[in-house]
């Protein structure tokens, strides 16, 4: 375009240069004897005089010129308005190619946050994992609760199943004396060994269900089945009679356990850079049989077992996960209330008349890491306080066996409960997957051993 814009003003270049030697000719014409011996303004022929043909020509010509300047001048305006409007829609095509551009990106750490989250064995957060994503995708392997819309929680509408069992248990076996000290090293009265043993088997079944696209609530119903062995038995040879000394009250039996009732609810849309956060509610409601319930003997030794802890709990927590694929941190911080009661048990010689159970603090952390596509595993550590409990009791009378005096009030020692935690998860379809995880009591007041299966599946 710019070279036929330039040919046409070269041609309007050589009109300009013909009209410019035309004027200069019209003396020149002027002088010709021919000429000055017509009568003015005519030829000698009677036409129209040569000077003013002559003159009159290059006028035109140069009107006819200048006309054209200026309508090639006007096309040159036109074509130039073109080019900015094209200009402009080049910018906007820019900016929204640019926009583009911004768009996958983010959708793109979004996919890489979706792949990201906690392995099984969480303790606190109680989360069913689901393992990297479908072995046609070809990606390194990730761990991850996350789908695709980036939520930590049962999608709206939907229904998981989870079977459970969990197999605890604790041995423990320490000295007691019960007598007078003297004087150092000098002690009068009997040396007992305390023994005691707990397995605690538990199957549980749960629901949880997504109420909306953030929240989801639950329901836990466990069936207990616990033998306890505990003896009381003095040191061979420390008493006249070690066989009528020795006080044993085992148990044995299964009924229901304390049903669990739950809520989470996802608080933010994280990524790689930022964590998810969910905060996490669950009451407990004391269906188990109550330690205050079961039959007792005369003597106040327990004939049954306790599936139950006897008190309504309520654990508001806050759980936080961090991607940092092909691994993940998560952690987890909460607070258990106990609610207390009055029992009214007589377990001589006193009458427990009300309870108050200490409340409990409790965190977790770990990390978990992915092996492939369908097998990852974590580790982590778990601590609970729990404060002591009190005790409002009074004596049984001998004679009557009713409660007499006034009240006393005692509270027990806290408790120190550490756990090192280990799992291992492996997706066996889209829609399930198999997890296993194992506590060891780091503490003296923990379990020696905890171990879990877990199997959620969706319906």
């Known amino acids: 375009m710019n070279d036929h814009i330039g040919q046409r003003l070269r041609r309007l270049a050589g009109i300009l240069a013909v009209a410019l030697g035309l004027a200069a000719a019209t003396p020149a014409l002027a002088m010709d004897p ?6 003015s303004g005519l030829s000698p022929n009677g036409g129209i005089g040569v000077a003013q043909t002559a003159a009159s020509d290059p006028e035109a010509e140069l009107a006819a010129a200048r006309a054209q300047i200026a309508a090639q001048q006007a096309k040159l305006d036109a074509q130039q308005r073109q080019l900015d409007a094209q200009a402009a829609r080049l910018d906007a095509l820019e900016q929204k190619l640019a926009g583009v551009a911004d768009t996958a990106q983010q959708a793109r750490d979004e996919a890489v946050a979706a792949r990201a989250a906690p392995a099984a064995g969480q303790v606190a957060a109680a989360t069913p994992v689901k393992v990297g994503q479908p072995d046609e995708d070809d990606q390194p392997p990730s761990v991850a609760v996350l789908d695709d819309q980036g939520r930590v929680v049962t999608p709206k509408g939907q229904l998981v199943a ?3 069992l969990d197999y605890a248990r604790a041995d423990r076996n320490r000295a007691v004396f019960r007598g007078v000290e003297l004087i150092e090293s000098i002690l009068v009265g009997v040396f007992d060994i305390n023994e005691s043993r707990q397995d605690i088997l538990t199957a549980s079944g749960t629901l949880r269900y997504g109420l909306a696209d953030r929240l989801e609530v639950g329901v836990r119903v466990p069936y207990v089945y616990r033998a306890d062995h505990s003896v009381l038995a003095p040191i061979a040879g420390s008493t006249t009679n070690d066989q009528a000394a020795t006080v044993d009250s085992s148990t044995r039996g299964g009924n229901i356990g304390d049903v669990e009732l739950s809520a989470r609810y996802q608080i933010n849309n994280g990524g790689p850079d930022k964590p998810y956060l969910t905060a996490n509610l669950q009451v407990d409601l004391p269906t188990g049989r109550s330690p205050f319930a079961v039959k007792r003997d005369a003597n106040g030794a327990a004939l049954q077992s306790a599936t139950g802890a006897g008190f309504y709990g309520i654990s508001p927590s806050i759980t936080a996960i961090v991607p940092t694929e092909p691994a993940v941190l998560f952690g987890t911080v909460g607070y258990t209330y106990n609610i207390a009661r009055n029992v009214h048990t007589r ?4 009458q427990i008349d009300r309870v108050a159970p200490g409340g409990e603090l409790n965190f977790s952390a770990g990390i978990g890491i992915a092996v492939n596509q369908r097998t990852s595993f974590n580790i982590g550590y778990a601590h609970t306080w729990a404060f002591g409990t009190k005790t ?4 049984l009378d001998q004679r009557t066996g009713e409660p007499t005096g006034d009240p006393m009030t005692t509270r027990s020692r806290d408790l120190q409960i550490g756990r090192l935690l280990f799992g291992v998860s492996y997706r ?3 829609r399930s997957s ?3 995880s194992v506590e060891v009591g780091a503490t003296q007041d923990a379990p020696d ?4 299966l877990r199997i959620p599946f969706t319906l």
Do not use: D
């Not at 021919?34 to 009568?39: I, K, Q, R, T």
């Not at 051993?449 to 879990?452: F, G, I, Q």
């Open 162 to 164: 989870e079977f459970g």
């Open 449 to 452: 051993v905890r171990t879990s």
């Open 392 to 395: 409002v009791s009074r004596v």
């Open 347 to 350: 377990i001589p010689p006193v």
């Open 428 to 430: 066996l379809n889209n």
């Open 34 to 39: 021919a000429v000055l011996g017509a009568p």
């Open 434 to 436: 198999i997890n296993w």
